[in-house]
């Protein structure tokens, strides 16, 4: 093998050989490597094993980078050598080993999962397979772009806990939840808990990009959310709400400011009597419009009846209930639809409405 007659030279080069030369000659022993990986026994990939880990420590980042390039999709790539890079600090070394080599086992991932920065968590979660006690280890030290990395990969696994923590962070992230309506192992129940955590537009989304397996899931999850409520429903009672409404016309009080309150304060009631009686809508009519599937004729209302978006917004996480929050695209997207929204428009839709009821 040419390997064997260049040693003397490449024992020099480790123990005084300027870094130049050190980055050449790892750079030709990868290549060499590389081309006989096919053909090479266990000997052979000891032999490269043991010069190349008397030179790579050594080398600058960029030699090391190259090797770890090189090696990282080998199934026999020298073993010394890769979990040394896997190990470097610099995500450029330790990044393709992390996320695509074989020899990698799941011992030294957690190792790295524990101890690394978030790059390193990134490279280990786009790996072809990853266990669940690893995706938990991950799921407790990443950050948001990491675990939309994560729940993107359907080659993870996750536990029962590590699907809870995924589905409680998806509330206030919208892309999280898409993805994670797209994983055909979430369980009917965690689906469920996704569908009815996450706002309306989220929900059209999961539908309309799921595939066709995964579309029976999503329908199915919402057919069980909707009917589920009417059989625990409370009923409301509109009346003293009412009659606080009418004190306060009476008084000069019923403005915008006072809606705004009722509705950062979560006094549903007191809203939707404040809002049908500012907009002419049957009080009953703005209960099932603002509970509906949607948040659009929420839009419509608030528009109509010249609302600032701060109210419109206020209503909208209203219909969510206290401690539920709309993810921050959501809201965005309600908020430009809302500024598309023509007053004109909004006005013949309550219009409509009110002719409707009579």
């Known amino acids: 093998m040419a390997v064997t007659s260049l040693i003397p030279e490449l024992d020099a080069i480790a123990k005084s050989g300027s870094a130049e030369k050190r980055a050449t000659a790892i750079t030709k022993l990868a290549e060499l490597f590389v081309q006989g990986a096919p053909i090479f026994g266990p000997q052979h990939v000891e032999l490269f094993d043991g010069i190349l880990i008397g030179l790579v420590p050594a080398a600058e980042p960029a030699a090391r980078a190259g090797v770890a390039a090189r090696f990282a999709s080998l199934s026999n790539a020298p073993p010394g050598v890769v979990n040394y890079l896997a190990r470097e600090d610099e995500i450029r070394i330790a990044g393709p080993i992390l996320s695509r080599s074989p020899l990698i086992d799941e011992d030294l991932l957690m190792e790295i999962a524990r101890a690394k920065g978030q790059a390193h968590l990134a490279a280990i979660s786009e790996r072809d397979t990853l266990a669940a006690p690893l995706t938990d280890v991950i799921l407790r030290r990443a950050d948001r772009e990491v675990v939309r990395v994560l729940a993107k990969n359907s080659g993870a696994t996750f536990s029962t806990a590590g699907y809870s923590g995924l589905i409680n962070r998806a509330v206030d992230d919208g892309v999280l939840a898409l993805s994670l309506g797209q994983r055909e192992d979430i369980s009917p129940d965690g689906l469920k808990e996704l569908l009815s955590r996450s706002v309306d537009i989220v929900r059209r989304r999961m539908f309309e990009t799921a595939k066709p397996k995964q579309r029976l899931a ?5 057919l069980e959310i909707s009917s589920a409520p009417r059989a625990r429903l409370v009923k409301r009672d509109f009346a003293p709400a009412q009659r606080l409404i009418l004190a306060l016309h009476q008084s000069g009080g019923l403005n915008e400011a006072a809606l705004l309150n009722f509705a950062k ?8 009597a404040a809002l049908s009686a500012m907009s002419g809508v049957r009080l009953a009519t703005v209960d099932q419009l603002i509970l509906g599937d949607r948040y659009d004729p929420i839009l419509l209302i608030a528009r109509a009846i010249g609302l600032e978006w701060a109210t419109a917004r206020a209503l909208i996480v209203l219909r969510l209930g206290p401690g539920k929050m709309p993810s921050p ?3 965005e997207e309600a908020r430009l639809n809302y500024e598309r929204l023509s007053t004109a428009t909004a006005q013949r839709v309550l219009v409509f409405w009110r ?3 009579k």
């Open 355 to 357: 002719a409707r009821e």
């Open 218 to 222: 999503i329908n199915q999850a919402m």
């Open 265 to 272: 304060e979560h006094k549903y009631e007191e809203a939707v």
């Open 329 to 331: 695209p959501d809201i």
